[in-house]
């Protein structure tokens, strides 16, 4: 069992960056891969970016590839998502999430996170 904890959301203007992140606990952290989704009012939760467990292969949605990057330290059991070049189409709250293997699809994560909102102001 895997819990996360996401922080590092907030208010930005365009532009602007941020960097969030996804704190697990478990001593088992570095066998499960972690997602990204996001959710803007009135969506689906949607996926944004993906790392395997040894952060040796990653996965981006199109809209974000080339401005945020994930990556992970297994030594603190914390994944990262740094955001660069942010718009207004990238405010949603924005959820980590665990599973066995890397995927881009939400249905196979297992373990999420209460999420964190981030607001990108024109």
């Known amino acids: 069992q895997v819990q996360l904890v996401e922080s590092g959301g907030g208010l930005v203007q365009a532009g602007g960056s941020l960097r969030l992140s996804c704190a697990a606990s478990?001593?088992?952290?570095?066998?499960?891969?972690v997602g990204w989704f996001r959710q803007a009012p009135g969506g689906e939760r949607a996926f944004v970016a993906a790392?395997?467990?040894?952060?040796?292969?990653?996965r981006y949605a199109a809209s974000v590839k080339g401005r945020f990057t994930i990556s992970r330290d297994n030594t603190k059991n914390t994944v990262y998502l740094q955001m660069n070049s942010l718009n207004p189409e990238d405010t949603a709250v924005y959820y980590c999430?665990?599973?066995?293997?890397?995927?881009?699809?939400?249905?196979?994560?297992?373990?999420w996170g209460q999420g964190t909102q981030v607001t990108v102001s024109p």
């Open positions: 478990g001593r088992t952290f570095g066998n499960y891969a």
């Open positions: 999430a665990a599973t066995a293997f890397l995927s881009t699809l939400r249905s196979v994560y297992g373990h």
């Open positions: 790392i395997s467990r040894s952060a040796g292969d990653t």
